[in-house]
């Protein structure tokens, strides 16, 4: 599947004074095509603008990329699609730079279990030591205060079937991720996904340096719009830039606003329509843990 966006500049004047310009703006558009006056009143409706005068567009192009996605049988039979967001938990592996990588230990073997059960029959038991902080994981209020709410008390409507808004930054010249860049979405209720396509780095060395992260005004944002949920495909939802004081996490996790890191192929999801399930263990007591997090992508929405 392709889609098309619309990048140009664009000089807005409103009828009770006062001006506006945008250089090598990108707006989503349905098909290959489209004209000066059918964008500017694209834009127009994007940004949420009254009292606009008159639009000027320039140095117009139109960007046609595939959707990376895979339709599949699924949406050929018109059923829904299925997008696994999660990194693959594997023995050492390293997900936060400075953390141990989880350990693998048998507790029955397969061997020895024949000694146990009728010839024929075998099976293993295995055990994994790792701390919370693995893959794809959920961060609850528990994970930043002592008196918060830990993984086995966070509701499921924080964790399951959310319909989800991407905010995409890939190829932005920031690294940081404000609230002015976030205030066009609609949030409320969502799980808001920040798409900065980090996550190809996830296992090398890259990963780890300076990266992506969502800023203090921009979380504030995002709590103050009642968000249900926010990931991030980056290393961590805070600049981990040594002596930063984490404040992305304190603002959501004050507000009870669940933090899943480490998400990947957010690229296949459309900006609105799927849904997200991201639920770990019922863990008393435990703050962070890894979740198998996947998006529902009705055919519609794909």
């Known amino acids: 599947m392709t889609e098309f966006r619309a990048q140009f500049d664009a000089a807005i ?3 009770n004074g006062g001006a506006l310009q945008t250089q090598d703006f990108r707006l989503d558009i349905s098909g290959p095509e489209i004209d000066s006056a059918a964008l500017a009143t694209a834009l127009v409706g994007h940004l949420g ?3 606009v005068d008159h639009v000027d567009i ?9 959707h990376r996605g895979s339709r599949g049988a699924a949406a050929a039979r018109g059923l829904p699609r299925l997008v696994d967001l999660s990194h ?3 023995e050492g592996m390293t997900t936060y730079p400075g953390l141990p990588g989880p350990e693998f230990l048998p507790h029955l073997t397969r061997d020895a279990s024949r000694s146990v059960y009728p010839a024929g029959t075998e099976f293993t038991i295995d055990r ?6 693995t893959g794809t994981y959920v961060d609850s209020p528990f994970h930043r205060y002592p008196d918060g709410t830990d993984l086995a008390g966070l509701p499921l ?13 890939v190829g932005s010249r920031s690294r940081g991720i404000t609230a002015h860049m976030l205030s066009a979405l609609q949030i409320t209720g969502r799980a808001v996904l920040l798409h900065t396509g980090w996550d190809a780095h996830f296992g090398t060395p890259e990963y780890g340096r300076p ?8 979380a504030r944002f995002l709590a103050e719009n009642k968000a249900a949920l926010v990931g991030i495909d980056s290393v961590n939802i805070d600049d981990t830039v040594p002596g930063g004081g984490r404040p992305a996490h304190s603002i959501l996790l004050a507000a009870g606003i669940p933090v899943l890191e480490h998400v990947t ?3 296949d999801l459309p900006h609105n329509g799927a849904r997200l399930h991201a639920v770990p263990p019922k863990v008393a007591g435990f703050g962070t843990f890894p979740v198998r997090a996947y998006a529902v992508v009705t055919p519609e929405n794909t």
């Open 88 to 90: 693959v938990i594997t």
């Open 58 to 66: 320039t140095n117009l192009q139109v960007i046609a990329e595939p």
């Open 49 to 51: 603008l009254l009292m």
């Open 157 to 169: 409507t924080s964790l399951a079937d959310l319909p989800v808004v991407v905010a995409r930054f």
């Open 13 to 15: 004047t409103f009828v």
């Open 265 to 267: 192929r957010l690229a």
């Open 211 to 218: 990266a992506p992260f969502l800023t203090e005004d921009g």
């Open 128 to 133: 994994i030591s790792m701390v919370g902080n």
